[in-house]
């Protein structure tokens, strides 16, 4: 692993250079585990990338949605009662997320948790973790996936190497193209989504998700998925890669070749620095976004809908 | 103006005169009419429109109005015709016409010895282009009684600045207009300039948003028209790709209709075109949950290539019905914390 993460806290709200370098991620589709506290958690996460373990060039993994909740046991996150949360679950999770990313010496997002929020509500919650186990970035859910769920009007682009940034998508964030956006036009040149879709979760549902915001804002994008039952949910995620169309195999948007994961475990592709710097000059989207339009409207309209 | 550009404009004046095309319509006769509309429901008609060079206003007419006469017949109240649908008309223009079978519009302005951008071909047909394509439209809207979403046409403004500008003719003869608000990086070369607001349209078949294209590309355009209450919105598309590639067409109309929860009307220009070559399904579009097959697709052509027409039943009320028990839940103060900064610095170093 080379130069990864060196940057270690920092946190971006810069546009700045595009990607810079290469870069290797692991994506995951897993069922919850059967974990009950930080340690039997970070060794399932590095268990789940066992099979990717003799690649020594993975960057980042990226583990589902709402995985963190495998801390939790009998609280269903498809109805979240807060007084069904664990004390200390935040701290559980970054310790075992820590762990995890020390022991496959590349960043980890170890899937997200829910946190409470005040004295009665709860928020979808993800971390970032660089090679050495620091904590360098932290997302909060910005559109909620129900109206109870409190959401935040935060959203950061992570330095996870010198001219890398990422960008988190948490839940419903991934089908309202403004958080893709802001991010894309923050800096943000990967897009990550761990996600813990109930079940069913169709092809189409997935493809307006973030197989499109990869499309609209020339990024990369990564999607992990949670399967399986959760607190009496049963979920039905996808794993995915993407990449704007005309730089991936059959220009179908997908990396390392067309379509979805949908086994069990790991979904590895290299992301090329040079092919999204030669979509991005060949073909310009970003140069004929409409500011004065958009200035016209947004946000004003947001709050005054006709 | 000198001698060669008044007799130029004086025979474009000859060959675009509306009583030609007023005439060769009502001898074609409209005993097809829409038919009674149903409360709460469009039925709406896409046309996948062959491209072919027109060297007389008539033969414009006579094929615009095939296609309308056949979507009429199909019960469609709403037509919907492709981007640079008055693109076909280009062929009235003496010596130029023929050469843009083959050529691309710059090429045969060289060849001609013209030094002149593409743009000043719009600005000189303008006035040609706008008596041809209105005439034709109007009369068929108010003859057939139809909405007929006409495309769009490149057309100067009075300070010569050339919009690319899509068009709804109404069955009352009203005719309201939308500019393409994001270029093409070709159109951009071309000397066009983008529109600055978009809007959505009261009718009498529901609120419709007339985007052209590229909008599609851009989930703000629907954002927009959504939230101005758009219930409809129409997209011309004419895309150079060959072969065609299902996976680079959903990056327009398809997704944007689901982030948005609104109908889509997708109408496409193929076949060669200008030197370029053009495929693209016609298609009707709606949320998943309201698709037979959870697709997103009311309708859609059978091949990306040919002249056709596909038509569907737009049930507006179930789309109301869908929207309540799916409220799009926006975050106002995230928005108003970013996109000001974001908007305002998007260009990215090397970023395009």
Redesign the interface.
């Known amino acids: 692993m080379s130069e990864i993460c060196k940057l270690g806290l920092s946190v971006s709200?810069q546009?700045?250079?595009?990607l810079e370098r290469d870069f290797t991620v692991a994506t995951f589709r897993l069922p919850p585990f059967a974990a009950s506290d930080p340690a039997s958690f970070g060794r399932s996460l590095v268990q789940a990338a066992a099979d990717t373990a003799k690649r020594a060039d993975i960057d980042l993994y990226v583990f589902p949605g709402l995985l963190g909740m495998s801390l939790c046991p009998g609280f269903d996150p498809a109805a979240p009662d807060v007084s069904e949360l664990e004390s200390g679950l935040r701290e559980a999770y970054i310790a075992a997320g820590s762990y995890a990313a020390s022991a496959l010496g590349a960043c980890v997002v170890p899937g997200s948790i829910y946190v409470r929020v005040g004295d009665d509500r709860l928020q979808e919650y993800a971390a970032v973790f660089d090679p050495q186990g620091n904590l360098i970035g932290e997302q909060r859910q910005?559109?909620?996936n129900a109206?109870a769920l409190a959401?935040?009007?935060?959203?950061t682009t992570i330095a996870v190497d010198a001219g890398v940034k990422i960008g988190l998508l948490l839940g419903?964030d991934a089908?309202?193209?403004?958080?893709a956006?802001?991010l894309a036009?923050?800096?943000a040149d990967i897009l990550v989504a761990p996600l813990a879709p109930p079940s069913p979760y169709?092809a189409?549902?997935a493809?307006?998700g973030m197989w499109?915001e990869v499309?609209?804002n020339?990024t990369y994008g990564v999607e992990a998925g949670l399967y399986g039952v959760l607190g009496g949910t049963q979920y039905a995620g996808r794993a995915g890669l993407f990449g704007p169309?005309?730089i991936t195999m059959?220009?179908?948007?997908f990396l390392p070749r067309?379509g979805y994961f949908v086994g069990t475990g790991a979904h590895v592709a290299r992301l090329p620095a040079e092919d999204l710097?030669t979509i991005?000059?060949?073909?310009?989207?970003?140069?004929?976004?409409?500011?004065?339009?958009?200035?016209?409207?947004?946000?004003m309209?947001?709050?005054r809908?006709? | 103006m000198n001698l060669r550009e008044i007799s130029l404009q004086f025979m474009l004046r000859l060959r675009s005169r509306p009583g030609r095309i007023e005439r060769r319509l009502r001898r074609r006769g409209y005993r097809h009419k829409a038919r009674t509309p149903r409360v709460g429901v469009v039925r709406a008609a896409a046309v996948q429109l062959e491209f072919q060079l027109c060297e007389t206003a008539e033969a414009f007419a006579d094929l615009m109005y095939d296609y309308v006469r056949r979507a009429v017949s199909e019960g469609a109240e709403l037509v919907a015709f492709p981007e640079d649908t008055a693109s076909l008309t280009v062929g009235i223009m003496p010596g130029l016409g023929p050469m843009l079978r083959t050529l691309s519009v710059q090429e045969a302005l060289q060849h001609v010895g013209e030094d002149a951008q593409v743009a000043d071909l719009f600005r000189l047909l303008g006035r040609a282009t706008r008596r041809i394509y209105e005439t034709t439209f109007r009369s068929l809207a108010t003859g057939f009684g139809v909405h007929i979403a006409a495309g769009s046409a490149m057309l100067p403004d009075q300070d010569g600045r050339v919009y690319n500008i899509g068009h709804l003719f109404t069955p009352e003869g009203h005719i309201l207009r939308q500019a393409k608000c994001h270029l093409l990086p070709l159109e951009a070369d071309w000397g066009l300039v983008p529109g600055e607001d978009l809007e959505v349209h009261d009718t009498s078949i529901g609120r419709i948003g007339l985007p052209v294209c590229m909008d599609a590309t851009y989930f703000e355009t629907f954002r927009i028209l959504r939230l101005q209450g758009a219930e409809i919105v129409l997209v011309p598309i004419a895309d150079e790709q060959y072969p065609y590639n299902r996976w680079k067409a959903l990056r327009g109309i398809w997704p944007r209709v689901q982030e948005a929860q609104v109908f889509g009307v997708q109408a496409a220009l193929v076949g060669d075109v200008l030197g370029m070559r053009l495929t693209g399904h016609a298609g009707i579009y709606a949320p998943l949950a309201l698709t037979p097959d959870g697709d997103g697709i009311l309708a859609i052509s059978t091949e990306p290539e040919g002249g056709t027409i596909v038509a569907a039943d737009m049930d507006i009320a179930a789309l109301h019905r869908y929207r309540q028990e799916n409220p799009l839940q926006y975050n106002p103060a995230l928005y108003e914390h970013y996109f000001p900064r974001v908007y305002s610095g998007f260009w990215r170093g090397g970023a395009g």
């Not at chain 1, 546009?15 to 595009?18: E, I, K, R």
């Not at chain 1, 059959?250 to 948007?253: P, R």
């Open positions: 709200m546009g700045g250079v595009p910005t559109h909620a109206p959401v935040s009007d935060e959203l419903r089908w309202y193209p403004e958080a956006r802001i036009l923050s800096g169709p189409e549902q493809m307006w499109q499309q609209q020339q169309c005309e059959d220009e179908a948007g067309p710097r991005r000059r060949e073909y310009p989207l970003m140069r004929h976004l409409n500011p004065a339009l958009y200035r016209k409207h947004f946000p309209l947001y709050r809908p006709r």
